[in-house]
């Protein structure tokens, strides 16, 4: 079972692409951020035509997550519980079961500045975030969380840590909330696959930044033991970060046996 994640960065513009990419990579579940659509306006038609059951949870302008799915969607939910999200979740939360795989697709608020309320809004998240896990899920049966945490969990994820060090996206009290994640029990199935450092998921716009690998992991697979113990190769799909209108993100591909 092959479980990805991408933030696409306005599937309005990034349509062809994702296509091309589900054709070539053949995921058995993606789940995407940022669509920045409605749910009238989602393609579930143009999913459909490749194979796809989809769900989607979007408001228009902004955020947006996604989950497609060619192995089956059941038990579709939207935010922290049964009901329409609130304002304060703004369509970043999407849970779906495929082929009896509890999946969540996730976007994680910016932050944009440590201190500023958007930050401590940004904290607020991941702690209901992880309080949802605890009450409403079971370490010993089979979860995936992925999606973009726009939080970096360790230095190694980080292109130049003493540079960017007192920022937002690596700051202690935003990797201590992804870690009390994993003190739950979730695993980050990439970094058990994969220790080096200087492999990440995300670059910035600015010219050269890409190529000259100035970047961020930031977009994860957080996997229950059951599941991540199945775990058996994962990538980074740096070419889908090149050509045209790419996404300043790369999608996050693991295979599960």
């Known amino acids: 079972m092959r479980i990805a994640t991408w933030n696409v960065n306005s599937l309005k513009v990034r349509l062809p692409k994702v296509e091309e990419w589900l054709a070539y990579a053949r995921p058995d579940v993606l789940c995407m951020q ?5 749910d009238s306006a989602f393609p579930a038609l143009a999913f459909s035509a490749l194979g796809y059951e989809s769900a989607h949870c979007g408001e228009g302008r902004w955020n947006g997550v996604a989950i497609l799915s060619r192995v089956g969607l059941e038990d579709v939910m939207a935010g922290f519980s049964d009901q329409a999200e609130e304002e304060s979740t703004e369509a970043r939360l999407l849970w779906a079961t495929c082929a009896g795989v509890r999946v969540a697709s996730i976007y994680v608020p ?3 500045q440590v201190g500023s309320e958007h930050y401590e809004a940004k904290l607020a998240w991941l702690n209901r975030l992880r309080r949802h896990v605890e009450t409403g899920c079971d370490p010993t049966e089979n979860l995936v969380i992925c999606g973009d945490f726009n939080v970096a969990p360790e230095d190694r994820d980080v292109w130049d840590p003493a540079k960017l060090h007192g920022g937002t996206h690596i700051s202690a009290p935003e990797r201590e909330a992804v870690a009390a994640l994993r003190d739950w029990g979730l695993s980050d199935v990439f970094r058990q696959l994969y220790p080096e450092s200087g492999i990440y998921s995300w670059w910035d716009y600015r010219a050269g930044d890409f190529h000259q690998g100035r970047g961020l992991r930031i977009d994860l697979v957080l996997a229950t033991k059951p599941l991540a113990e199945r775990a058996t190769w994962a990538l980074i799909d740096r070419q889908a970060r090149k050509g045209k209108l ?5 999608p996050l591909l693991v295979d599960f046996q």
Do not use: C, I, Q, Y
Not at 34 to 38: M, Q, R, Y
Not at 246 to 250: G, L, Q, R
């Open 34 to 38: 940022e669509t920045k659509l409605a």
């Open 110 to 112: 910016n932050g944009r």
């Open 246 to 250: 790419p996404s300043d993100h790369a």
